[in-house]
């Protein structure tokens, strides 16, 4: 049982570039989240699903794209990279049923030189 | 949009002493959920109130939801130099989005 799995946890990219933030949990949760972290900033959620299939927008949501094609993978794209998207991002899963937390993965910590 | 605050932002607390942080929902909650990050790690789940007015106790960690379900509050009594850390608070409104709070970071002075 690994719990919630990020790949890369760093990574650095040139501004335009695009990539992929992969997530993965075992748990068979039907809730998966995307949060990225500044710097005195708390967590601000980027997108969320809440089942295969099914994904929407969070707070700060431009410049990303998801998909849920299996309830255990929740990959984050870069669409065009640029130096405000530098943070460190969180993916976090939870069942839907009432008193479960979420658990989060360890992150990706992204720099965009 | 929804939007959580959390006071205060740092808190220095000497080794022993007690401590409280405070959280502000602009909207109604369904559940509120605290976390704790460690320096360098990431957010770990603590707990979730669900209930108006609900105290919930883990050892010296005390949470407690307000009336309105708009507020609550974490106290920590004793504070040990493993308290570290920055404390999230995280509620949860109508529909699936959990939004957090700015934190409050915990520095403990031996």
């Known amino acids: 049982n690994a719990g919630v799995t990020q790949t890369p946890k760093f990574q650095v990219l040139k501004t335009g570039q695009s990539m992929t933030l992969q997530c993965a949990q075992d748990?068979?949760?039907?809730?998966m989240s995307w949060y990225r972290q500044d710097p005195g900033m708390g967590l601000r959620l980027i997108h969320y699903s809440v089942g295969a299939g099914i994904t929407d927008q969070g707070e700060v949501p431009n410049g990303y794209n998801v998909s849920r094609s299996t309830t255990e993978d929740f990959p984050l794209r870069l669409l065009s990279a640029a130096p405000s998207q530098t943070s460190v991002y969180f993916c976090?899963?939870?069942?839907?049923?009432?008193?479960?937390?979420?658990?989060f993965g360890s992150g990706t910590r992204l720099t965009v030189v | 949009g929804q939007q959580v605050m959390q006071i205060p932002q740092y808190q220095h607390v000497q080794e022993g002493e007690d401590f409280t942080t405070y959280c502000n929902s602009s909207t109604t909650l369904s559940n509120i959920q605290w976390y704790k990050q460690r320096p360098g790690g990431h957010p770990v789940f603590l707990i979730q109130?669900?209930?108006?007015?609900e105290v919930k106790k883990q050892k010296r960690l005390t949470f407690q939801f307000g009336e309105a379900k708009k507020n609550s509050s974490l106290h920590i009594t004793a504070t040990q130099t493993t308290d570290v850390g920055t404390y999230f608070c995280?509620?949860?409104?109508?529909?699936?989005?959990?939004?957090f709070g700015g934190g409050t970071r915990v520095l403990v002075k031996p």
């Open positions: 976090a899963s939870s069942y839907s049923q009432p008193n479960y937390g979420y658990t």
């Open positions: 109130l669900v209930k108006s007015g």
């Open positions: 995280a509620g949860q409104a109508a529909g699936n989005k959990l939004t």
């Open positions: 748990m068979n949760h039907e809730y």
